[in-house]
């Protein structure tokens, strides 16, 4: 009886000592993902409808995921969207194969580079590499993680050991 009672006591210790909550940040806002919806579209060429490939998606996914952006940055960075988009589409861009051998290639390339410049990343455009590189474009995405709720587990934890051994002692649980 003894150690199945100390067994519980460390098992229930060792459950509160590392049960310690780290909230993930909230995700993708609103703006945030009507920004990746209409990212996701594309646009449409002669009823071909262009839409990015999933590895582009995935990228512009988790850039969101990284930072939060204020309604402004998305704003500013749906207009650029549209403005590549649009020049794609007026020149009647299916492909990717068509699109690299645009004439205005760089001047697309450059369009999407200086934006992701702005906000800290480092963006190769038709290669999908979208990483951040610094802090200053958009708040990194914090994950609610502190100590003070380590504090209040290990205080709980103490006072739980504390007031079984009291009950131990008056009960006489150890006494053989």
């Known amino acids: 009886m003894k150690k199945k009672f100390f067994a519980l006591i460390a098992v ?3 459950a509160v000592a590392f049960a310690v909550p780290a909230f993930a940040a909230s995700g993708i806002t609103a703006a945030e993902q009507a920004l ?7 646009y449409v060429v002669d009823g071909v409808k262009v839409v990015p490939p999933a590895r582009y998606v995935a990228a512009a996914e988790k850039a969101l995921m990284e930072r939060d952006l204020s309604e402004a940055q998305v704003s500013e960075i ?7 988009f649009a ?9 990717g194969s068509e699109i690299l051998s645009y004439s205005n290639y760089k001047g697309l390339v450059s369009k ?7 906000y800290d990343y480092v963006a190769e455009p038709f290669g999908v590499t979208l990483a951040p590189v610094g802090g200053k474009g958009g708040t990194i995405k914090q994950t609610g993680f502190d100590m003070s709720a380590t504090i209040v ?6 006072l739980a050991l504390g007031g079984s051994a009291a009950v ?3 009960k006489g649980l150890l006494a053989e």
């Open 12 to 14: 229930l210790a060792f």
């Open 153 to 158: 587990i290990a205080l709980a934890s103490v």
């Open 112 to 118: 999407i580079q200086k934006l992701a410049k702005k």
């Open 87 to 95: 020049e794609m589409k007026e020149n009647k861009l299916t492909t």
């Open 36 to 42: 990746l919806d209409e990212f996701k579209a594309g």
């Open 78 to 84: 749906k207009s650029v969207m549209r403005s590549v």
């Open 168 to 170: 131990i002692r008056r």
